[in-house]
């Protein structure tokens, strides 16, 4: 149902006036000043520039409820969200997450990545709502994809003495890990991002810790060794 209505109306139509409780959780929860000015820890946040076709990213010291907003803006619920003039949505379009500024900033060359829709399915999308999930999990997985294979290019000519490696720099062997939602949540479909039950998330978060024990026990011997996830396939 939430499904039809969102396709039948828009959110310019649906909420004329632009309420959105989120902000204001948001900005009760979140000390974006401390973030600014204080954080030791480098934050990115990406969003879609809607006009532009272009993936936003924005940095821990200029990051404002706004721009946590625009990141998580799915155009069929909300209307798009307006920094310095230009209309943003969701950065999950583009970037998601985007891996490129790690490579770029002065960041350690590890990369843990925590996936949410599954890459794999085991069984063919047959009803109109199956097809919708999957083809929604594929597109916000492509950049994804599309930036790990970029990256195992390179690991590739880097193999081959085509490239000259970096410490920090164009090119360098950044080590990709994954906790991977495959197998994880393959019994819920994309409706059970709009649940909210307390129970619901409860069992997310007891999926979650599950997935990352099991990936501690298997993987993280690979840090600052190698990547453990398999770059290559994304070559073939």
Request: charged share 25%; proline share 6%.
């Amino acid at each position: 149902m939430a499904e039809t209505f969102a396709m039948s109306l828009s959110p310019y139509e649906f909420n004329p006036f632009n309420l959105d409780p989120l902000k204001d959780v948001l900005e009760q929860q979140i000390d974006f000043k401390a973030i600014r000015e204080r954080s030791p820890i480098k934050l990115y946040v990406s969003a879609t520039a809607v006009r532009h076709s272009q993936a936003k990213v924005f940095r821990g010291e200029e990051l404002t409820v706004k721009h946590l907003m625009a990141s998580a803006c799915l155009p069929c619920l909300f209307q798009a969200v307006e920094i310095d003039g230009e209309p943003y949505w969701d950065g999950g379009y583009l970037a998601n997450p985007p891996i490129w500024p790690l490579i770029y900033d002065d960041t350690p060359d590890d990369v843990l990545i925590v996936t949410l829709n599954p890459f794999q399915r085991h069984e063919t999308p047959r009803t109109p709502g199956e097809i919708t999930d999957r083809l929604n999990e594929i597109t916000f997985n492509s950049s994804l994809a599309a930036e790990l294979r970029a990256i195992g290019f390179v690991h590739k000519l880097l193999d081959e003495g085509l490239l000259k490696e970096s410490a920090r720099g164009r090119y360098r062997r950044m080590l990709i890990h994954a906790i991977a939602a495959d197998g994880r949540l393959d019994d819920l479909s994309m409706s059970s991002k709009f649940n909210t039950e307390w129970s619901f998330l409860q069992d997310l978060r007891t999926r979650g810790r599950e997935a990352a024990d099991h990936w501690l026990s298997v993987s993280c011997d690979d840090v600052g060794v190698k990547s453990s996830v398999d770059l290559k396939a994304m070559l073939t």
